[in-house]
T-cell receptor
Framework: DADVTQTPRNRITKTGKRIMLECSQT?????MYWYRQDPGLGLRLIYY???????NKGEISDGYSVSRQAQAKFSLSLESAIPNQTALYFC?????????????FGEGSRLTVL | GQQLNQSPQSMFIQEGEDVSMNCTSS?????WLWYKQDPGEGPVLLIA?????ELTSNGRLTAQFGITRKDSFLNISASIPSDVGIYFC???????????FGTGTRLKVLA
């Protein structure tokens, strides 16, 4: 089983719908991140969280919100999806206290907004 | 957003050949990470590097942390068909949260 699990893996939705992507991890890491990946643009940071009470905007947070429900769970919401939010979304985790900086990704959630 | 320069952009090689790729930055990093990503899947961490000049191996993969701390290299020896995918680097400065990712090298292996 994957250490960083994302659900759903694929979702097709319509413009204006609310969508939630969920991420859970069994690595015991304190830091969690949401990235989106688009061809030619690489990985861009949407939001990140250093612990349950800490949420921070990344470089492209407009149109997105997040919730850190527990140390192991970090969800990403699109309140009103639009077509240019069609992308591959990744959750990632790292362990600040271990100090290695190693970043571990989930399997990805492919979102298509029609 | 900022991306690291990675070269080559793509490579077509014969099975059994060795592969080299590199990543360069205008900034100094304290950690370099190398990943492999299959289409539609999540990046998988291959090698992590923490010290300038460090050379680390993982099976047929060897990576080096450049002595200037502004570059890193990945070598794959005796390539096999399952090495096909996109390889990318990532740099991290200590005390920050911000990973900077490379543009990726797409590897195709011809049997």
């Amino acid at each position: 089983d994957a250490d960083v699990t994302q659900t759903p893996r694929n979702r097709i939705t319509k413009t204006g719908k609310r969508i939630m992507l969920e991420c859970s991890q069994t690595k015991g890491h304190d830091r969690m991140y949401w990235y989106r990946q688009d061809p030619g643009l690489g990985l861009r940071l949407i939001y990140y969280s250093f612990d349950v009470k800490d949420i921070n905007k990344g470089e492209i947070s407009d149109g997105y919100s997040v919730s850190r429900q527990a140390q192991a769970k970090f969800s990403l919401s699109l309140e009103s999806a639009i077509p240019n939010q069609t992308a591959l979304y990744f959750c990632a985790t790292s362990d600040f206290w271990q100090g290695t900086g190693e970043l571990f990704f989930g399997e990805g959630s492919r979102l298509t907004v029609l | 957003g900022q991306q690291l320069n990675q070269s080559p952009q793509s490579m077509f090689i014969q099975e059994g050949e060795d592969v080299s790729m590199n990543c360069t930055s205008s900034s100094i990093f304290n950690t370099w990470l190398w990943y492999k990503q299959d289409p539609g899947e999540g990046p998988v961490l291959l090698i992590a590097l923490y010290k300038a000049g460090e050379l680390t191996s993982n099976g047929r993969l060897t990576a080096q942390f450049g002595i200037t701390r502004k570059d890193s290299f990945l070598n794959i020896s005796a390539s096999i068909p399952s090495d096909v995918g996109i390889y990318f680097c990532a740099g991290l400065t200590s005390g920050t949260y911000k990973y900077i990712f490379g543009t990726g090298t797409r590897l195709k292996v011809l049997a």
